[in-house]
Each structure stands twice: as structure tokens, then as C-alpha cells.
């Protein structure tokens, strides 16, 4: 395995909270997830009510009697169009391999699938623990003489790599940055 100091490949892990780059790219998330997630919808959600009644029920004379304004075929709309969004939400996440691709994405491309985060318990408390009981287990068998040269090389590359994601640095190959 290749351990990579923590700045070799990305700039991940080297911005401060000042840094134009990281504001910039923050600001450039937030308003990704804003717009796309929540403007386009609201507009998309009206437009496409608006589009369908003038243009389709509007020159239906037979549907036009069922909805001669738009306020009740809105509101008809969303009372079947929402049960429905969210059935086909369900199906994606929990009968569909789509959302676990999506997730195998996320994870592949994520810098910090070869690193621990900057805070938090993975790093404050599961990997420290994680290191303390390889070196007590180390311990328990190096007593008892049970240990290879083999082994103790496999030991001391685990340990090796525990420390270096406790420093901040990189264990595996993570993706380049191209920004």
C-alpha cells in the first residue's frame, strides 16, 4: 500500500477557512444544492402545473369541463402527483441498484474514503481506540512468542498506516484534485 502525506495529491486537508479556493468552492456547493435542489424545483413544479393545463387541458374542450380553472386541477395535480413522487422516491432508494451506484460514486470520488475527516469520532475517538488495541494485542502476542517476522512486518505496516490517518495523511490512492 502507498501512504501519501497529506498534501501529496489534493488540496484537501491544506486550505484554511479563509482560503479563496475553499470559500469559493463552499459557496459553489451551496449554491448548487439551492438552486438545484430547491429554486428549479418550486419553478419546474409550477411550470410544468402551468404548461399542462394552458396548453394541453385548455385545448381539450373534454378535460376542460372536468377543470374549467386551473386552481382545482393544481390542487388534484398535487394530490396524485405527490403520493406518486414519493412511491417512486421509496422505489429509488430501497428496491432500486440506482441509489447504490450513486452511493458507490459518492464514496469512490470522495477524498476522505482515504483519509479521516478533520473532527469527529472517527478520528477523536474509533481510530485512536483502534490503534491502542492493535499495539495491546501486539503486546499480548509478542509475550507469548506467537508472532512471525511476517506478522510483526504486517503489524507494523497496520500501525504505520493508523498513524498516518491520525496525522492527517492519506492511506490507498486517492483521486486527483483537478481544481
Known amino acids: 500500500m502507498f501512504i501519501y502525506p497529506i498534501d501529496s495529491l489534493t488540496r484537501v486537508g491544506t486550505m484554511s477557512k479563509n482560503d479563496p479556493v475553499r470559500i469559493l468552492a463552499r459557496a ?7 438552486y438545484g ?8 413544479y409550477g411550470s410544468t402545473l402551468v ?4 396548453l394541453a387541458i385548455k385545448n381539450a374542450p373534454d378535460l376542460l369541463s372536468i377543470f374549467p380553472h386551473f386552481l382545482p386541477f393544481a ?15 421509496w422505489i429509488h432508494l430501497k428496491r432500486s441498484v440506482l441509489y ?10 470522495s477524498p476522505y474514503t482515504y483519509k479521516l475527516p478533520r473532527s469527529g469520532i ?8 483502534r ?6 494485542v501486539r503486546k499480548l502476542v509478542e509475550s507469548s512468542g506467537l508472532l512471525t517476522d511476517e506478522e510483526r512486518r504486517e503489524l507494523d ?6 498513524l498516518t490517518l491520525l496525522k492527517g495523511g492519506y492511506v490507498g490512492i486517492p483521486r486527483r484534485s483537478i481544481v
Open 100 to 109: 447504490g451506484s450513486e452511493a458507490d460514486i459518492g464514496v469512490e470520488s
Open 28 to 34: 459553489w456547493y451551496y449554491f448548487r444544492m439551492g
Open 51 to 54: 404548461t399542462v393545463y394552458y
Open 157 to 162: 505496516d497496520l500501525e504505520q498506516k493508523y
Open 75 to 89: 390542487i388534484l395535480a398535487t394530490a396524485i402527483g405527490v403520493p406518486l413522487s414519493i412511491g417512486i422516491g
Open 131 to 136: 490503534l491502542t488495541q492493535l499495539r495491546m
Open 37 to 44: 435542489t430547491y429554486l428549479t424545483f418550486a419553478l419546474g
Open 122 to 129: 472517527g478520528r477523536d475517538l474509533d481510530y485512536p481506540a
